[in-house]
């Protein structure tokens, strides 16, 4: 929901909301399938964050506490893929989605003082609902947020957008088996990983795809656990000097 609204006095916060559309929802049908895939995949949730009021879809997060080795906590969206979205005939397996982050330390450690999760959870709320919104899907490889390089994804770092991509390290069993669920209507749910980047790496993308991008990502092993710090992978090493190199050998 917004973050900040300014009111009049004879206003509130229902009228506000309910008047760009947020409401009580109850969840779609898919969604215990999709809980199930959660648990199975990623793990059992130490808490879910429901939600009173909703806008498209009934968006819920599961916190995946750390578990099985893991020193990070798993976000997962449930419930952006009760309804599907707008995909071309040839990437009708792309319809319906949910999203993946993961952050160092336990659950405790992303809320602040005033109860306020991580911005990176914000996030991931808001661009769960974005293809609902925009009318469009989700694809592996896709590129979103900002373009200028000034506006980050938090007060804290550099990185100013985002790529979606599998998700590697937050999966406890085989990543390419957390990657797609097949409901049994025959539904396929993808589960994308929202991987901050910089605005560099967004120009690798435009200009070389994003196939180039995720390679160097997996190569440094920039994978959905956050990193504000993260150094861009875009930039290459210029090759030291080399007599035959010169001479053509």
Same mark, same amino acid.
């Given at each position: ?19 760009? !559309?947020? +409401?009580?929802?109850?969840? %779609?049908?898919?969604?215990?399938? #999709? ?10 949730? +130490?808490? #879910?964050?429901?939600?009173? @009021?909703?806008?498209? #879809? ?10 099985? !080795? ?19 005939? *040839? ?10 982050? +993961? ?9 602040? +003082? ?15 609902? /974005? ?22 994804? %938090? ?31 025959? *539904?396929? #749910? ?25 390679? /160097? ?7 959905? @656990?956050?990193?504000?710090?993260? *150094?861009?992978? *875009?930039? /290459? ?7 035959? /190199?010169?001479?053509?050998?």
């Amino acid at each position: 929901m917004p973050d900040h609204i300014e009111l009049r006095e004879d206003e509130d916060w229902a009228t506000i909301l309910a008047s760009d !559309g947020w +409401a009580p929802m109850d969840r %779609g049908a898919p969604s215990e399938e #999709v809980e199930a895939h959660i648990a199975r995949c990623f793990g059992e949730p +130490a808490i #879910v964050l429901h939600e009173t @009021l909703s806008k498209f #879809v009934h968006l819920d997060i599961h916190v995946i506490a750390p578990s099985n !080795g893991r020193d990070f906590t798993t976000y997962v969206t449930c419930g952006m893929s009760d309804r599907p979205t707008k995909a071309p005939s *040839a990437y009708s397996d792309w319809e319906r989605a949910e999203l993946v982050i +993961a952050l160092p330390g336990p659950p405790q450690a992303h809320v602040d +003082a005033e109860g306020r999760w991580h911005y990176m959870i914000d996030h991931l709320r808001n661009y769960a609902r /974005r293809p609902h919104a925009m009318g469009l899907c989700f694809i592996l490889g896709d590129t979103i947020g900002t373009v200028d390089a000034e506006e980050t994804v %938090g007060p804290d770092t550099r990185l100013s957008a985002f790529v979606l991509t599998r998700a590697v390290a937050s999966p406890i069993g085989d990543p390419m088996d957390a990657f797609r669920a097949t409901l049994s209507t025959g *539904a396929v #749910v993808n589960f994308l990983a929202l991987e901050p980047i910089h605005a560099d790496e967004l120009d690798l993308k435009t200009q070389q795809g994003s196939d180039v991008l995720i390679e /160097r990502l997996e190569e440094a092993k920039a994978f959905e @656990l956050y990193d504000c710090n993260r *150094a861009s992978v *875009a930039p /290459r090493k210029a090759r030291g000097f080399s007599l035959k /190199r010169l001479l053509g050998g």
